[in-house]
């Protein structure tokens, strides 16, 4: 469809032009390919969707729960969210260790990144991030008409020496992934240190832990240990993942009282609505259920690693929901027949990895299932 005015028109290619350069210059994101749809496209009886690292035993049976209490007071629904999330700030505080006012709450924690650059990035300044580092960092510091430096990845993961040396004066933000989507890469606390160190004090580092919760290692770096020694880092998490609220867009971001000061003063008053505020605040101790995450996780990592073992396929070492395979081939055509069989995965070559694809990893039913299906989609490319 055309829109409303006669394409080329001299008016509408006039507007279109006062857009920010950076917003011109961003590809839209591509979100995953919705179930029904696909279902309806291919008339198919079933769709298994490992698309978007989201958790396959849906949210934590406790924020469920909160959320039907609440239902059951519709007027409060009517009204307009409490702004400030005390109770969750609150259960975040006491589950974390943290100050009420080192919290800041996201529309997931996609909505912090976009705080982040909107509080310290604008025309003429740089933000630093990594080769196949989570996409919406280039969307959030585009968006603000900021440049964003790519440093090359090292073994698919952050170069995080590259990282400190791609450092000039205009650089304010750096945006690190731990571990990273889409390659589940991660790094160690040591090398951590090493690059703070390296790091202004006046620069602002941002780590995202949006997987902390599937890294069983105790060894392993917790950003959230490390605000006190480091007053420039921001720690932003969410619960979209391991605790499987993705669908109501929550996150919260921890970082030294003064910067969550700025992030509060430009978060939106409203970003986090009713149902995911008191979902999230019963969510935040289910232990019980994040801890039975975990171990459907790991097993299922398990099997998909036996599975591409047996199909000779590699794939990234990963401490995530999901694991990047190398088809050894194009990725686009095993992703059109895995859509066939009735399996929805991630291309991801919009990250620069065009023979990889980014499985999230199911129940082991919903493992099998795709699994089955990838035998078949990569015996039919034998015979082909
Ligand atoms: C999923 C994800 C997020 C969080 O997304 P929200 O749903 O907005 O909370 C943040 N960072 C990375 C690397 C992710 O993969």
């Not at 100050?99 to 909107?118: P, V, Y």
Request: overall charge negative; some cysteine.
């Amino acid at each position: 469809m055309a829109g409303f005015l006669p394409e080329g028109s001299a008016v509408m290619t006039s507007f279109l032009q006062q857009a920010r350069a950076g917003v011109q210059g961003l590809a839209p994101y591509q979100p995953g390919k919705p179930v029904d749809e696909l279902q309806r496209e291919l008339g198919l009886a079933r769709v298994v969707k490992l698309a978007s690292n989201e958790n396959p035993l849906g949210p934590s049976p406790k924020a469920l729960a909160a959320m039907q209490k609440a239902l059951a007071n519709p007027l409060e629904l009517g009204r307009y969210p409490d702004g400030s999330g005390f109770r969750l700030k609150q259960a975040i505080s006491q589950r974390f260790g943290c100050a009420l006012e080192a919290i800041t709450l996201g529309n997931g924690s996609n909505d912090l990144l976009d705080i982040i650059a909107r509080v310290f990035l604008g025309e003429g300044d740089e933000a630093i991030y990594a080769q196949y580092a989570f996409a919406v960092y280039p969307l959030s510091v585009q968006a603000v008409g900021a440049t964003g430096v790519c440093v090359p990845a090292l073994d698919y993961g952050h170069d995080l020496t590259a990282m400190a040396q791609a450092i000039t004066a205009k650089t304010k933000v750096i945006f690190l992934a731990n571990p990273n989507n889409p390659t589940g890469t991660w790094f160690a606390e040591a090398d951590f240190h090493a690059f703070m160190a390296a790091v202004p004090a006046h620069i602002v580092v941002v780590l995202d832990e949006a997987y902390c919760e599937f890294v069983s290692d105790p060894a392993a770096l917790n950003g959230l240990a490390q605000l006190g020694r480091y007053p420039n880092l921001i720690v932003t998490r969410t619960l979209a993942k391991a605790y499987g609220l993705a669908s109501l867009r929550v996150g919260y971001g921890v970082a030294s009282v003064e910067i969550s000061g700025l992030l509060n003063r430009v978060r939106q008053p409203f970003n986090v609505n009713s149902l995911a505020l008191v979902a999230a605040e019963a969510a935040i101790n289910d232990d019980e259920f994040v801890q039975k995450t975990r171990e459907i996780i790991a097993a299922g990592m398990a099997q998909w690693q036996a599975a591409t073992k047996a199909f000779n396929l590699t794939s990234i070492p990963s401490r995530g929901n999901f694991l990047c395979v190398d088809m050894g081939t194009e990725a686009m055509p095993v992703f059109q027949a895995l859509l066939r069989e009735g399996v929805i995965v991630r291309p991801v070559a919009n990250y620069g990895l065009p023979s990889h694809l980014r499985i999230s990893i199911g129940t082991e039913e919903e493992n099998n299932f795709a699994i089955n299906g990838l035998s078949r989609v990569l015996d039919a490319q034998v015979k082909a």
